[in-house]
């Protein structure tokens, strides 16, 4: 595994999907008035905190657009990969989590079976393949600079579950609030920061 200074992690800021409780995986939704007003606090954020050297982002609306906020406080350019992107739902996107736990008992289908996969959806370990793919190739093209991914809750969870040797099924421990920094030490699969979320107070 290349060594990286440091990785950071971070979760786009809020959506009107968020507020109201229904999953939008690969749906393409915006942010909020305040998701916005987040990802301009997280840039300021991250002046007291961490310089990122580079940033990498889904390239989903909700993430790009956290993304560009950092990345307008440090004058860099954000780089785009597909394989950030959230857990794909398939044809529950746009369903509730109430409607998808009385029809699908989805929350016990995302803890205890990893090969789950929604109609048309992936499954718990086939993001976790594409996830940690890209991780290891931004890691290994900027192997002593501060990188900064900007992705999603489950997929980053999924991650996160992955580098302190979890099994993928636990990732609903690693959940994040929006715009909740994390900083992930690879050379000894620990956390040193997680869910920090100061710029919203």
């Not at 044809?91 to 998808?100: A, D, N, P």
């Amino acid at each position: 595994m290349a060594k990286t200074q440091t990785l950071g992690l971070v979760r786009h800021g809020e959506t009107y999907a968020n507020i109201d409780k229904v999953w939008h995986g690969h749906t393409d939704t915006e942010l909020t008035d305040n998701g916005r007003l987040q990802t301009q606090k997280l840039g300021t954020y991250f002046h007291n905190y961490m310089r990122p050297d580079v940033i990498y982002s889904s390239p989903l609306q909700r993430a790009k657009n956290t993304a560009k906020a950092v990345a307008k406080s440090f004058d860099l350019p954000v780089n785009l990969d597909a394989r950030l992107m959230e857990f794909g739902f398939g044809e529950w996107e746009g369903k509730t989590f109430e409607v998808l736990e009385s029809e699908h008992n989805i929350s016990a289908r995302l803890t205890e079976e990893g090969d789950f996969s929604p109609p048309d959806g992936e499954s718990l370990n086939s993001v976790k393949i594409r996830m940690i793919e890209a991780i290891e190739d931004i890691i290994q093209a900027h192997p002593d600079n501060n990188v900064l991914i900007v992705s999603h809750g489950v997929a980053l969870s999924i991650a996160i579950s992955h580098y302190l040797n979890n099994d993928v099924k636990l990732w609903p421990q690693y959940a994040k609030s929006n715009t909740a920094f994390s900083e992930l030490c690879l050379t000894t699969c620990s956390l040193t920061r997680f869910n920090q979320a100061e710029h919203l107070k």
